[in-house]
């Protein structure tokens, strides 16, 4: 029984998601309400609480979900031993679900660079993932103040490196191999940056 729960859940959280996309993309995030998207479902507002809290969190029903992933691959990954390999294999892991997600992935992106409000919201997900980064580089709360500042620097390497990443796989109408541009993007990670100087792609495995 707890099993068939957990699907009639995951069921309802699923049709509210993709109720509230449809919305977002007709109407515009601003102007669609809780209340509307609970219609669309059809189910009640207060149901709409039981499984988001706010209007963002629906328009990003898998952040949670992807977060918790994104530090699992790392661990899988041994991150603290491999360093930006291991991290390289977790982004482009990730990239490749984004690219088998590409349609729903491309019109949430377009919701958000349509709304403030989206933004600020994704930009909450960018310092967790940054923090779970920092987190599994620099190990125990005890790190030493050096190996702290190298995770600190290198994690926000990282998230920069995947903001413009993404940014142009978005900007191609999300048709662009996004794991091919990702690899390529972590060979200055990799072999050492110079900006006047093309670094070549780190090689695969």
Known sequence: ??????????????????????????????????????????????????????????????????????????????????????????????????TAERAERLARQRLVDSSNALRIFEQSADVEMERILVDELAGDPGTDIERLRRARIFAAAVMGLIRVVLREWFDGNAEGNLEEIGRNAFGPLENGFRFDTPTPAPTPG
């Open 1 to 98: 029984m707890a099993g068939l729960r957990e699907q009639k859940k995951r069921l309802a959280r699923d049709t509210l998601a993709k109720a509230a996309l449809e919305l977002f993309s007709e109407k515009g995030f601003e102007h669609t309400t809780v209340d509307e998207i609970a219609a669309r479902a059809g189910i009640s507002r207060r149901s709409f609480f039981r499984y988001f809290t706010s209007k963002e969190e629906a328009a990003f029903p898998k952040q949670n979900e992807r977060l918790a992933q994104f530090r699992e691959l790392l661990q899988r990954y041994e991150v603290k031993q491999s360093g930006v390999g291991a991290v390289r294999e977790a982004c482009l892991a990730i990239g490749r679900q984004y």
